[in-house]
Structure formats: C-alpha cells, structure tokens
C-alpha cells in the first residue's frame, strides 16, 4: 500500500463518525482538508486561519471587557497554532495562555473544572506540579470541540481567574460561528 493510499483511507475514516440518535454513518466537517507539509500532506486539527479568526473574536470581546489579554490556540496534541498579545497584556501572560491550552488538551477538561478537582482531599490533588509545570489549575483554558471531535484547545490570560475563564468561554461558544465564517 502507498504513502496516498493509506492517506485517503485514514481522511475517509476521520472524515466518517455514527449519529447518535440514528446510528447512521453522516459525514463529519472537518475545518480544513489536507494541506502541504514536508513530508507529504497532513490533516491539521486546528487550522491557523480558524486560529485567527477565534483570537480576534476573542480580543474584540476583551476589549469591550477592558481587558488585554494574551490568547493562545493549539491543535488537538496541545502543539501551538497561534497567539496574539494584546497591546498592554502582562509579559507573564503569554506562559500562562499556552499552558492552558497544554493543560485543557492533556486532561481533555477545561482548567477551571481541574481546578476544582486539584484541591485539597479531591482526587487529583498536586497534579499541578507534574508535567515539567505546565499544568494550569485556574480558569481559562477550554477544549475546542467540532462535532463532538476535539480539534484544540484555547487559552487566556491576563485577567482575573473568573475574567479568564469568562472570555475562554465566550471563545469557546463561538467556534461553531466561526468555523461557519471560513
């Protein structure tokens, strides 16, 4: 079997899900088809265009909030896709933004939810300091969901816990929007 031969079956594959109600095969809208890369073509999760035009919903929303943020997106294996600085936004900001998007994709759970179950006596306690300290346990970092298919993960920071996640939530509401706009 070819390079192309496997690559159409695994596109047919993820491009097919059941609907829950029927159990019939419908066709899944991915955001974006294949697309060049060095060593043939991939199937990018989160593509920079969707990225970008989420971000600046986003920053819209945090500038009628008068806020400045710094607003990460990553794909669905927590690799980084793009982030953006507001003017204004703390330089400690863009660490923390990334690392919810790391920390939403690798508990596959919003930060503010690990956050609660992170606390003393609660099951995943201390977990923050695993991961070379990438782990974020307050608000800020949602999943990105497609269709029921995690596609990334989205992070803010630059305001208070509630405002983060506040504004990660509104960038997650949204998406469905957005990807309809591209």
Not at 30 to 58: D, F, S, Y
Not at 68 to 91: L, N
Not at 166 to 177: F, I, N, T, W
Request: overall charge negative; proline content about 3%; aromatic content about 4%.
């Amino acid at each position: 079997m070819t390079n192309t031969e496997i690559e159409t079956i695994v596109r047919q594959v993820l491009d097919r899900r059941l609907d829950s109600r029927s159990g019939t095969e419908v066709q899944a809208k991915l955001p974006a088809g294949p697309v060049a890369a060095n060593g043939g073509t991939v199937i990018p999760t989160m593509p920079l265009k969707l990225a970008v035009k989420l971000i600046e919903r986003i920053e819209a929303k945090a500038a009628e909030w008068d806020m400045r943020v710094v607003t990460a997106v990553s794909d669905a294996a927590g690799r980084p896709v793009a982030i953006h600085c507001m003017d204004g936004a703390y330089i400690g900001s863009f660490d923390v933004a990334l690392n919810k998007t790391y920390t939403s994709i690798a508990f596959q759970m919003s930060t503010a939810e690990l956050g609660k179950l992170s606390q003393p006596g609660e099951s995943l306690y201390g977990i923050q300091f695993t991961n070379e300290g990438k782990i974020t346990i307050f608000g800020g970092g949602e999943i990105l969901k497609h269709e029921d298919v995690i596609i990334g993960a989205l992070g803010v920071s630059g305001g208070s816990a509630k405002q983060d996640t506040d504004l990660a939530a509104y960038g997650r509401s949204v998406l469905k929007e957005v990807i309809s706009c591209l």
